[in-house]
């Protein structure tokens, strides 16, 4: 087979967003596009010549042809063997479990996670770490900065590799290993979870529960580990076959687009459980029957609750969160003893954190959580966890839950997402806020006086990084926030977020709906951001 070197010219605009380069799959297919990024992975990424590498995806339209591409070019780039997730699967937390089970030299991953998939929408790549976890910035700059000067790649010529056939095969003088992309990923949630006690849940004939894996990557993974080994009713897995396009639906597990889950666990016939999952099974979303548990509560419940799961029996170390996630978690945290870090929007960041020993459980706003067993946030494993905790708590979802307020209060919690709005409006908005920062503190707005006003940065505690401009904070006296920032994910314009969160410490108020809480913050914050007048929106994209 010959290698072939073809000369190339940079694309300026290949620079990873908050997880990796996402764009729409017609910029994937332009010419060199593709190959620019991967040569350009190769190129920094120089332990990968001669090294190990796990390479899969969320079987997104392009994943297959984009896979045959980087196979030839991991053979021309003297890759030493590939670990390959059988049809080019892999969901995101089982790719960090490869590499660390293996202990290869990093993944490529290819995923635009919740993003709806097909021929006109999104698909990304990212570059894991031999930690298992996301490139941190040190990395990603450097591919991006290699990918302004690029003239050249290399990939061989060959026939196009079957992806199915579990099995060993060679290209050039690299391995590739098409192995079974649930297994190391299902024995390492038996480690951590009591699958006995789990089991005895679904037998005990009065609890059920529907796992909705949106047509995504994460409906093999939840077929075997539910429905097989936990004995789980068949049916248990709905949209349980992954699909190129997602089934034409948005893999993105929240209120808005899950319904199918919410009508589930609504009414009088509702189940007792529902959960999903996304595009590349690491974001999660916790249902009980006819009630919602926001990500920021499910990472304070869990945290507060370790203790009581097998893989975390010992005790926890501490716990993350990132930036706009509610403080529920410091509450836990402050009671416990333990240090909350609070960092900025990016799983990259939890990385150092946990490979330090300093936490053992993080989670984010954006429906992930997860911890030290890997370092990517994990769909399936949350859902692992709640199933535990049900299982020995033997309450219902929304009891756990209302049991955690009253014992540590309740954050309130909802985010405004304005979509694909004009990308320098929304920097200009940001612009303003920023200018506004030094005059807020101390005035009071609708009854809520403003405490700190700050543009969120954030000092690695490990290796001393300092990131900046991670987001506007607004904190008020009573603990409530007003965050706003500007998303890493979007493909199309820019996407203003605007996370809210109201404390309520009094067990008597904490049955009120989000939406009457929140209706004075809401307002504040539109007025402050002049949202309305510079985004030209009445109204957000979605709330979650
Ligand atoms: C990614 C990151 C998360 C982040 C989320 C939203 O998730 O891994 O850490 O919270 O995007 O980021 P943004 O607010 O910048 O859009 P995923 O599930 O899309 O990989």
């Not at 190339?8 to 967003?17: A, E, I, N, Y």
């Not at 700059?141 to 061989?156: G, H, L, M, N, V």
């Not at 987001?471 to 706003?484: A, N, P, T, Y």
């Amino acid at each position: 087979m010959d290698t072939v070197t073809i000369t190339t010219q940079p694309f300026s605009d290949q620079r990873p967003g908050t997880s990796g380069l996402r764009k729409k799959v017609k910029a994937f297919q332009v010419p060199h596009y593709l190959e620019n990024f991967v040569q350009a992975i190769f190129d920094t990424q120089t332990d990968l010549r001669g090294g190990t590498v796990a390479l899969g995806g969320d079987g997104r339209f392009y994943n297959r042809e984009a896979i045959q591409i980087i196979l030839r070019m991991a053979a021309a780039n003297g890759v030493k063997r590939v670990l390959l997730g059988q049809g080019g699967l892999l969901s995101t937390p089982a790719a960090s479990c490869l590499i660390r089970n293996y202990k290869t030299n990093g993944g490529i991953i290819l995923s635009a996670s919740h993003n709806p998939g097909g021929p006109d929408e999104d698909f990304g790549i990212k570059f894991n770490t031999p930690n298992g976890g996301p490139a941190p910035e040190s990395v990603t700059e450097a591919i991006f900065e290699r990918t302004k000067s690029i003239t050249e790649y290399a990939i061989i010529e060959s026939q196009a590799v079957d992806l199915d056939q579990p099995g060993e095969l060679t290209l050039g003088d690299t391995r590739i290993q098409i192995i079974d992309s649930v297994k190391d990923y299902a024995d390492m949630m038996m480690q951590l979870f009591d699958f006995e006690r789990i089991h005895q849940l679904f037998n005990s004939g009065v609890f059920s529960m529907r796992f909705d894996a949106m047509h995504a990557v994460t409906g093999p993974y939840a077929k075997y580990i539910l429905e097989g080994l936990l004995g789980a009713q068949p049916g248990t897995v709905i949209n349980g076959e992954p699909k190129v396009d997602f089934g034409g639906g948005h893999p993105d597990p929240n209120l808005a687009h899950a319904h199918e889950l919410v009508s589930l666990t609504s009414g009088p016939n509702a189940v007792d459980f529902g959960a999903a999952s996304d595009g590349d099974g690491d974001r999660n979303m916790i249902l009980g029957r006819n009630f919602f548990v926001t990500p920021s509560d499910s990472l304070a419940v869990m945290a507060a609750n370790a203790h009581l799961i097998k893989g975390y029996a010992t005790g926890i170390s501490g716990v993350a969160r990132s930036m706009p996630t509610s403080q529920a978690a410091d509450r836990v945290a402050e009671r416990l003893g333990l240090t909350c870090y609070e960092t900025p929007t990016g799983w990259k960041f939890f990385g150092n954190l946990l490979d330090a020993g300093k936490i053992s459980l993080c989670g984010e706003e954006s429906f992930g959580t997860g911890s030290n067993h890997i370092r990517e946030k994990d769909g399936l494993w949350a859902v692992l966890f709640w199933l535990n905790l049900l299982a020995v708590k033997q309450q219902s979802v929304e009891m756990i839950v209302k049991a955690h307020w009253k014992s540590f209060g309740r954050n309130y919690y909802t985010r405004y997402d304005y979509e694909a709005i004009d990308k320098p409006a929304a920097e200009g908005l940001m612009v303003h806020l920023r200018s506004k920062l030094g005059s807020l503190p101390g005035q009071t707005l609708d009854n809520y006086q403003i405490a700190y006003a700050d543009d969120f940065a954030y000092a690695d505690p490990v290796d001393g990084n300092r990131t900046e401009h991670q987001g506007i904070r607004i904190g008020f006296e009573d603990g409530s926030r007003i965050v706003f920032r500007l998303s890493g994910t979007g493909t199309e314009g820019a996407t203003l977020r605007l996370y809210l969160e109201a404390f309520e410490p009094d067990p008597s108020k904490q049955t009120q709906s989000t939406e009457t809480v929140m209706e004075r913050l809401v307002n504040i914050a539109l007025a402050l951001a002049e949202i309305g007048q510079r985004t030209g929106r009445t109204e957000p994209t979605v709330i979650t």
